[in-house]
């Protein structure tokens, strides 16, 4: 269950290998490294469907500032270092605080799509949201999303949109592009999407 108090911490990141060789070093030993810091809480590793050194981390925080914190002492312990030592490079690493939440009726089979965008800064995102999810709401297999406002504000969001397989989200994605409200609320995205991925859990 998602918690409007708690810091989500998103790191997007190409791994230098096929991460399945180092997987219990991405998950078992990174995971107690992250539980013996102040204030974690959970972690999820996705991996994508089309590029499979492709990874991203969703990670709990019970605030804001132990999310910082534990971004700062990452080199500074031995396993934290070593998973880091596996990232060719990253695409994003930022902190978001919940802005809303829709039906989530995910699974654990599900795609999960992730979008990181940036408004203009004269969008006024509560219109644009509201009015995406209208239509968002609408698409066959759509299993609810998560949709999270970066901690620095900079009207820069992440959407994590759960659908109930691949096929359905490709799908909604070329409908969505169809509707012509949707062609006039993408022009208030700033340049393109940073992110947009799709993804199954790694483990």
Same mark, same amino acid.
């Given at each position: 269950? %998602?918690?409007? &108090?708690?810091?989500?911490? /998103? *790191?997007?990141?190409?791994?230098?290998?096929?991460?399945?060789?180092? $997987? =219990?070093? %991405?998950?078992? &030993?990174?995971?107690?490294? /992250? *539980?013996?810091?102040?204030?974690?809480?959970?972690?999820?590793?996705? $991996? =994508?469907?089309?590029?499979? &050194?492709?990874?991203?981390?969703?990670?709990?925080?019970?605030?804001?500032?132990?999310?910082?914190?534990?971004?700062?002492?990452?080199?500074?312990?031995?396993?934290?270092?070593?998973?880091?030592?596996?990232?060719?490079?990253?695409?994003?690493?930022?902190?978001?605080?919940?802005?809303?939440?829709?039906?989530?009726?995910?699974?654990?089979?599900?795609?999960?799509?992730?979008?990181?965008?940036?408004?203009?800064?004269?969008?006024?995102?509560?219109?644009?949201?509201?009015?995406?999810?209208?239509?968002?709401?609408?698409?066959?297999?759509?299993?609810?999303?998560?949709?999270?406002?970066?901690?620095?504000?900079?009207?820069?969001?992440?959407?994590?949109?759960?659908?109930?397989?691949?096929?359905?989200?490709?799908?909604?994605?070329?409908?969505?592009?169809?509707?012509?409200?949707?062609?006039?609320?993408?022009?208030?995205?700033?340049?393109?999407?940073?992110?947009?991925?799709?993804?199954?859990?790694?483990?």
């Amino acid at each position: 269950m %998602i918690n409007k &108090q708690s810091a989500y911490e /998103l *790191a997007v990141w190409q791994a230098k290998a096929l991460p399945a060789q180092d $997987q =219990s070093l %991405i998950v078992n &030993q990174t995971n107690q490294a /992250l *539980a013996s810091l102040a204030g974690f809480q959970t972690r999820t590793i996705f $991996q =994508s469907v089309s590029n499979p &050194q492709l990874l991203f981390d969703w990670v709990e925080w019970d605030n804001a500032d132990n999310a910082k914190s534990a971004a700062q002492q990452m080199m500074s312990i031995p396993e934290l270092k070593a998973f880091v030592g596996l990232i060719d490079k990253t695409l994003v690493f930022e902190h978001y605080r919940l802005s809303d939440a829709h039906q989530l009726t995910y699974a654990n089979g599900s795609t999960t799509e992730l979008v990181v965008y940036q408004l203009a800064a004269e969008v006024e995102a509560s219109e644009f949201q509201n009015r995406y999810s209208y239509h968002l709401s609408k698409q066959a297999g759509y299993q609810g999303r998560y949709l999270l406002e970066n901690t620095k504000g900079d009207n820069q969001w992440a959407e994590l949109v759960f659908w109930e397989n691949e096929p359905a989200a490709v799908a909604a994605s070329k409908a969505l592009g169809d509707i012509p409200e949707m062609g006039e609320l993408l022009r208030g995205v700033k340049e393109a999407p940073m992110v947009h991925q799709y993804f199954k859990k790694f483990v």
